[in-house]
């Protein structure tokens, strides 16, 4: 087996017991807070498998909340993560669910306010790594272990390579890339993992492609 890195072997420096019901859970609500884009109004979490059954005594909940709120795996205020979201206004919800096939340390989060809301659907596999593989309906699949680019546009010809270009030019080189779709000529994600974090001047060039929607970028989020 080849590992990616340190972390792989030793896991990661944390608060918690669980590298995968705790740092991985805090990286899934880094995730979700980076592609709503800061702190929400209101935070409703649905815990799968065994996420559901375990944890709470290992901390799950805690941490995904911490991840929202902007907190690192190794930020000791996750432990009191409650009490930091209902201070910074942020309502919470939790509920069990089921779903057939999926992993079973996964978590569904919904984020809402200022009259936006984003769905964010994730797994942790342990060591911290997570995959996130739902993002408002589109299924996806990126690790947040590179600076990520999501691409809300409408499916036209030529969008991709326009995006590609302006990457380019700019000197970014996408490591891994892929698109969903809702329809033909419908609504769709690209989904780009890049090697460095574009800068403004790149994502506002991108942001006035025509067809473009919205821009989001999921900066690196470390596993400590």
Avoid: W
Avoid at 111 to 133: P, Q
Avoid at 200 to 219: F, K, M, T
């Amino acid at each position: 087996m080849r590992y990616k890195d340190v972390f792989s072997i030793i896991g990661p420096s944390m608060v918690g017991p669980s590298s995968s019901h705790t740092a991985g859970a805090v990286r899934l609500g880094l995730t979700a807070r980076a592609i709503f884009g800061g702190t929400p109004e209101e935070a409703e979490i649905a815990l799968y498998g065994s996420f559901a059954a375990t944890g709470r005594g290992h901390g799950t909940d805690l941490a995904l909340v911490a991840g929202i709120l902007g907190f690192g795996p190794d930020d000791e205020r996750i432990k009191d993560a409650f009490r930091h979201a209902e201070e910074a206004g942020v309502a919470l919800s939790f509920r069990t669910a089921h779903r057939p096939n999926v992993h079973p340390n996964t978590a569904a989060i919904v984020l809402r306010g200022g009259g936006r809301e984003d769905s964010v659907t994730g797994c942790s596999h342990g060591g911290g790594n997570i995959a996130i593989t739902e993002v408002n309906r589109f299924e996806v699949k990126f690790s947040a272990d590179y600076p990520t680019l999501l691409v809300f546009h409408d499916d036209r010809p030529s969008m991709i390579a326009e995006i590609a270009v302006i990457l380019g030019t700019a000197g970014v080189n996408i490591g891994y890339m892929e698109v969903d779709r809702m329809s033909r000529n419908g609504s769709a994600l690209t989904v780009l993992e890049l090697d460095q974090e574009p800068g403004a001047e790149v994502i506002g060039s991108i942001s006035g492609l025509r067809g473009v929607r919205r821009v989001c970028v999921v900066p690196l989020v470390r596993r400590a």
